[in-house]
C-alpha cells in the first residue's frame, strides 16, 4: 500500500510562505500600478483629510480612524479641527476638553495618547509633525502603519502602509495561504506593501505618487476586494491577481480565529446628594452633623473611571459588574449580597456617605452596548433604602470577615482578570445636573444623562 506524506506545520509554513514570495518576485509593479491609478482616478474616495493632506489634518485622522469607520469619522473631524487646529492648541488643552471633543468616538485611549503626543510634538519638534519615520513612531499612539500613513499621505514620502484593507488586498494578489497575523506573513505582505511603492527618484518622481498609491490600495481593499464575495469583475488588478488565477479569493487570506465575546451584566446608579444626605436641614449649607459638604441636594454622583477600565478616564455614573451568575439577567439587585457590599464600601469609603444600608432600588432604564469583547447589558437603578447598617446583612457581613481594601472585594468578585472591576473610581464628583451636558462622558453614560433630564428617574 502506497503511504502519503503529510506536511508538518513548519513545511505547510515554508511552502506557502516560498510560494507567496515567488509570485511577489514576478509581480509586474509597473503596469500594476498604472492600472491601479488610473482605477484610483475615477473610482478613489473624497475626505476632508485626503483634500487638504496637511501633517497634522492626516495624524488627527489617522488616529481617529483606528477602530472607528470614515463614516462616523467624518462628524467628529471637522469639529475636532476647528478646536484644535494644530498640534500647539492641542497641546494647551486640558485633558477632559479634548475628550469632551473626543466623546461618541469610542475608544478614549487615543485622545489621551493624541495629546500626550501633540505635548511631544510641541516639546520635542517646535510644533510640527516630524518627517523622519523613527521621530512619527516614538510619539504616543503612533505604530507602524500610522506613523507610515503620516509620512505618505501627510508629506508624500515612501512609506509602506499595512493595515485590515491592504492586507487582504496583498494577501489575495499573493495567494498567500499563511495567517495573516504570523510572523512570517507579516514579512512578507510588508514587504508586498513596500514593494507596490517605486524608488524615490528625487526630482523626476510624479508628485503625490506615494500618498496616491497607498489611497488606492487601501480604497480598492475596502471597496473592490472586501471581505466576502470580493467584486473580482470590477477590479483593475485581476491579471496580476493569484488569488484569482488559482479561484483561492474565499480562502484568502487566512484569517486568525476571533476571540469569543463575553456577556456581562453591570448596574450603574444615579445617585443625587440628597439620596445620601437625606437629614440634612440646611438647604445646602454645611450642617456638620450628617457628612453633608453644603452642596446642592440634586446635583450627581459622577466617577471618573480608573485607568486600564473601559472609558478610562471618562466620567460616568457608579457601576458595578455582576459576577453572580444568577443575576445576570435580574431586575431587582436587592438580594445580590456582593453587589449590595461593594455599593455600601463605595458609598462609605470613597463618597463618604453616612453609614446606613443603602440598597439598588428599581431599574429604571436598560442600555445594552459592545466594548472590545464585551456585550455589556446596563442596568440603571436608583437608590433605595436608608435602614440604620446595624440592621443589615450588610452589617452582618462585615462582622464575619475582617474589612478589606475595595479593591480586594473587587477582586474577589471576579473568575478572570477584569481590570475595570478592579477600582470603581479614579475620581468621584457631585456635578449640578445643568452640567452634565459639559462633562466627558462614557457613552452608556450619555444615554442615561439624556434620559433622566428628558423623563425624569422617580
Ligand atoms: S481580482 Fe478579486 S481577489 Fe484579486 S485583488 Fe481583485 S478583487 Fe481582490
Known sequence: MQRTTKKTPDAETSAASTEALNVLSAFDFERARTALLRWFDANGRTFPWR????????????IMLQQTTTQTVEGYFARFLERFPNAAALAEADEATVLKYWEGLGYYRRARSLRAAALQVVERFGGDVPERFEDVLSLPGVGRYCAGAILSFGFDRRAPILEANTTRLHARLLGLR????????????????????????????????????????????????????????????????????????????????????????????????RDLFDDCENGGKRCGKTGCDGGNPTDVLLIRRPENALWAGLWDFPRFEIANEAFRDALDFNDDVELCDRLQRFLEEEVGAPPLDRRPGSVVYTVKH??????????FCR????????KTLFDAL?????????????????????????????????????????????????????????????
Open 51 to 62: 483634500s487638504e493632506p496637511t501633517p497634522y489634518r492626516v495624524w488627527v485622522s489617522e
Open 178 to 273: 499563511l495567517e495573516t497575523t504570523t510572523s512570517t506573513a507579516q514579512k512578507i505582505l510588508w514587504r508586498a506593501a513596500e514593494d507596490w511603492l517605486p524608488l524615490d527618484v528625487g526630482e523626476s518622481r510624479k508628485p503625490n505618487v506615494y500618498r496616491r498609491l497607498n489611497g488606492a490600495l487601501i480604497d480598492l481593499g475596502r471597496l473592490v476586494c472586501s471581505p466576502t464575495a470580493p467584486k473580482c469583475d470590477a477590479c483593475p488588478l485581476t491579471a496580476f491577481c493569484e488569488s484569482w488565477r488559482r479561484d483561492l479569493q474565499d480562502v484568502v487570506p487566512v484569517l486568525k480565529k476571533k476571540a469569543e465575546t463575553v456577556a456581562r451584566t453591570d448596574v450603574a446608579f444615579w445617585i443625587e446628594r
Open 370 to 379: 459592545a466594548a472590545t469583547r464585551f456585550r455589556i447589558t446596563l442596568r
Open 383 to 390: 437608590l433605595a433604602g436608608a435602614e440604620p447598617v446595624e
Open 398 to 458: 462585615k462582622s464575619a470577615a475582617a474589612p478589606q481594601p475595595l479593591q480586594d472585594v473587587a477582586k474577589k468578585t471576579k473568575k478572570g482578570k477584569t481590570p475595570e472591576t478592579e477600582r470603581v473610581a479614579a475620581e468621584v464628583r457631585w456635578v449640578p445636573r445643568a452640567e452634565l451636558d459639559v462633562y466627558p462622558l462614557s457613552s452608556p453614560g450619555r444615554k442615561l444623562a439624556r434620559f433622566v433630564l428628558r423623563n425624569g428617574v422617580k
